[in-house]
C-alpha cells in the first residue's frame, strides 16, 4: 500500500467537477479526503473508525488561495468529478481513505479495526476522479 502523491498547490477541479463550500471543523490541506462531522462541518477522513472512513471529497480550494484552511473557514470540495495534480496515480485504480489522516491509499485497508471505504478512481496519472462508494465500505474487524 501506498499513499497518492500530490502537491497541494496543484491540486484543481477539472472541468466537469461539481465543487460545494464546507466550513472546516480542523484545519485542512488542499488535497485532503474529507468527511462530515457530526456538526456537519468537513474534517480529515481515515479509515481507523466508522465515520471518519466515509470521504465525501476532496478539498481544492480555500477561500483566500492558500493551501492551507483554519478551522472554521470554509473550504471548496469536489463531492464528484475530476480533479487534477496528483502523480504517480495507475489509470483505472481505485483509491480509498487512507489510515494517514486526510490521504488517499492506493490499496483498500486490511488491517484490524480499519474501514475500506472506496473514494474513486485514477482517471489517468495525474487526474484522480472523485466518486464515493464507487465499492462498498467494508469493515476489517
Known sequence: MTDATLTSANIRPLNGAIVRQ?????????G?????ASDG?????????????????????SRDGQTTIAAGEAASVVVL???????GLVEGSRMFVSEVAGGLRTAAP??????????GYAERDGVFFVLPGFALTTSNS
Open 22 to 30: 464546507f466550513a472546516a471543523n480542523a484545519e485542512l490541506t488542499v
Open 32 to 36: 485532503n479526503v474529507v468527511y462530515i
Open 41 to 61: 462541518e468537513v474534517d480529515k477522513a481515515d479509515c481507523n473508525a466508522a465515520l471518519t472512513s466515509i470521504g465525501v471529497g476532496i478539498v481544492v480550494a
Open 81 to 87: 468529478g475530476p480533479v487534477g495534480g496528483f502523480s
Open 110 to 119: 486490511t488491517g484490524a479495526g480499519t474501514w475500506s471505504h472506496c473514494m
